[in-house]
């Protein structure tokens, strides 16, 4: 096991939308233990990236900041996939702080109602926060997190990407739709 040198971990699979197409609804709601965390990061001798993931929400686990500092004092690169509803002032200087690489934030929908609708969340807190995000990295002078977003492309959501991409760049994001 010490020679792999990339991991995904999924913190939590707790979440707080309600998407239409997610497995982790049906899985049971827990957060992995920062103790089996460290006994993860500790077993795999030559990691050096790890992706923060999953059926949850990672910033919705109470460690989660815990987790991207012990990742830090160990020099593992990190990246996350949010679904983008938890950046307030706080969680953004933590991410910032933290050495993150990229952050992609999940999205399917590129419209209020859609957003809505699909994931139950709502569209406008995400992109504020997303502007925020972007404006305090800049305002820091620091490249990183590249900011993007992971579209699940779906049969109802397939002839809507185009929208997506152009959110995309309407909020001059810089790491991409995958």
């Not at 990672?58 to 900041?65: D, M, Q, T, Y």
């Not at 969340?121 to 990183?144: A, M, V």
């Not at 397939?158 to 994001?173: A, T």
């Amino acid at each position: 096991m010490s020679k792999c040198s990339h991991i995904q971990i999924e913190p939590t699979t707790r979440c707080n939308f309600t998407c239409k197409f997610c497995c982790g609804r049906y899985m049971k709601q827990s957060d992995m233990s920062f103790e089996d965390y460290k006994l993860i990061i500790d077993s795999f001798t030559e990691l050096e990236f790890l992706h923060l993931q999953g059926e949850g929400e990672p910033l919705l686990h109470k460690n989660i900041f815990d987790m991207m500092e012990y990742a830090n004092k160990k020099g593992v690169r990190l990246s996350i996939i949010t679904n983008g509803s938890m950046f307030t002032p706080e969680t953004i200087d933590n991410i910032l702080k933290y050495n993150i690489e990229s952050l992609s934030v999940s999205i399917e929908w590129a419209d209020h109602n859609g957003f809505r609708d699909f994931r139950g969340g709502d569209l406008s807190k995400i992109t504020n926060g997303i502007k925020n995000l972007l404006n305090e990295r800049n305002y820091r002078r620091l490249k990183k997190p590249v900011i993007g977003f992971t579209a699940t492309i779906l049969k109802d959501t397939r002839k809507l990407f185009h929208k997506i991409v152009d959110l995309y760049l309407s909020l001059g994001m810089d790491g991409g739709v995958a």
